[in-house]
């Protein structure tokens, strides 16, 4: 038995989400090894301390202020010695503080950079789920990371793939990485015929459980587009460098291609509880719940190329991976607010590649030295797209 001082203390951002769900089903089954001592949720309170209830923290914090004496009349109410706390400064200090060893980001979008830097900054194992926090601000999260000795393990499950194949080697002998998409619920339509999309097929995914925003992202393929920056900068390779093949079965995870001709494959289910024991307990092979692949009755595997034609998404986010700078910032704030637009009806499918394409070339790339440059491109470009939404353009 693991003695008390040795338990990991994890905190779960994003507690309430698919992978925060997924985390704490991980962290249950290994109670002796590792226990959930901080849950943190944007404004779901009734989730939270259910959550709450069934995970005993030491304290639990509530993103949205107006939440907060419901929180803490809840876990007093049940008995509980939870500390409730609110806001996205309350959450940074736990983060970056002796509450806890482990983080796993999942909080979506921009909204998590804060804490995913807090707990970089602070020298804490990231577990990175928030792959916003790399687009938007990588070169800072890793030089934090390499200045603090944070050990970043990613989540993605193709991210996750390349890391766990690349422990095997130096990254000098890495000639390529290949990530694999599923396609989402449109493969293989082409661009007219995606016009009359509506929101409900948009998070329809054929394979993964995922909240709405980033079922959307993986239906235009934006998804793999963010998830090419991110593997840019935890793997340090150019995007000649980076491929992305579509594998609708959602086996093979990602390929790491090496200088002697031979490639590995990380295969696995497609469920997030995987990648998520892996970074709770590497370098060390822990339960997850997951059952093992049997290819038998997997059947084939096939792969494909993507249609950039039909789904520009991807060959923006390159572009503004190549472009460097603010870039990738613009990127990802106008393709949330053009995300959010869609699901609320307000514009269709392919207005959500046309208002990024529209952000990236009213707002040239710029120099992306400080946190204040990168957020002012942020709020510049969600300025600008939700002008254009508000405008009635693109429909």
């Not at 822990?286 to 595997?301: A, P």
């Not at 269709?348 to 394409?357: K, N, S, T």
């Not at 440059?373 to 429909?395: H, N, V, Y």
């Amino acid at each position: 038995m693991q003695a008390a001082a040795d338990m990991r203390q994890v905190a779960v951002l994003g507690a309430t989400g698919s992978i925060g769900t997924s985390a704490l089903d991980v962290i249950a089954r290994h109670p002796q090894r590792m226990r959930a001592s901080v849950l943190a949720a944007g404004s779901q309170v009734d989730a939270l301390l259910a959550l709450c209830i069934a995970h005993r923290p030491d304290h639990a914090v509530i993103s949205d202020p107006a939440g907060h004496a419901r929180l803490r009349d809840g876990l007093a109410a049940a008995g509980l010695h939870t500390e409730a706390h609110a806001g996205n400064e309350a959450l940074e200090a736990l983060v970056a503080g002796p509450a806890c060893d482990t983080v796993v980001a999942a909080i979506v979008g921009a909204a998590g950079l804060g804490s995913t830097l807090a707990a970089a900054r602070a020298g804490k194992r990231l577990l990175l789920a928030n792959k916003e926090s790399l687009v938007l601000a990588g070169e800072l999260v890793m030089a934090a990371a390499r200045a603090s000795g944070a050990d970043i393990v990613p989540i993605d499950s193709e991210h996750s793939a390349v890391f766990q194949c690349m422990r095997s080697c130096r990254a000098e002998e890495v000639r390529r990485i290949v990530l694999t998409a599923s396609g989402g619920p449109f493969r293989g339509r082409d661009r007219a015929s995606l016009a009359e999309v509506t929101p409900a097929q948009a998070v329809a995914h054929p394979k993964w459980s995922m909240g709405p925003k980033i079922s959307v992202d993986s239906a235009t393929l934006m998804n793999k587009g963010l998830e090419v920056i991110e593997a840019h900068h935890l793997f340090g390779l150019p995007a000649s460098r980076i491929g992305v093949l579509v594998h609708p079965q959602s086996l093979v995870h990602a390929l790491v291609e090496y200088v002697d001709g031979s490639t590995l494959a990380q295969l696995g289910l497609p469920d997030m509880r995987t990648a998520l024991a892996v970074g709770l307990g590497w370098p060390e092979r822990i339960e997850s719940g997951v059952g093992g692949l049997d290819l038998l009755t997997q059947g084939r595997l096939e792969f494909e190329a993507p249609d950039t034609d039909a789904f520009p998404c991807l060959r923006l986010a390159g572009e503004a991976m190549e472009a460097g700078g603010t870039a990738p910032a613009v990127l990802n704030a106008a393709n949330e607010e053009a995300v959010s637009a869609f699901l609320q009806g307000r514009i269709g499918f392919l207005g959500i590649p046309a208002l990024v394409e529209e952000a990236l070339a009213a707002l040239p790339a710029a120099p992306a030295g400080s946190l204040d440059a990168l957020l002012e491109a942020d709020a510049a470009a969600r300025r600008l797209t939700r002008q254009r939404i508000e405008s009635g353009a693109p429909a």
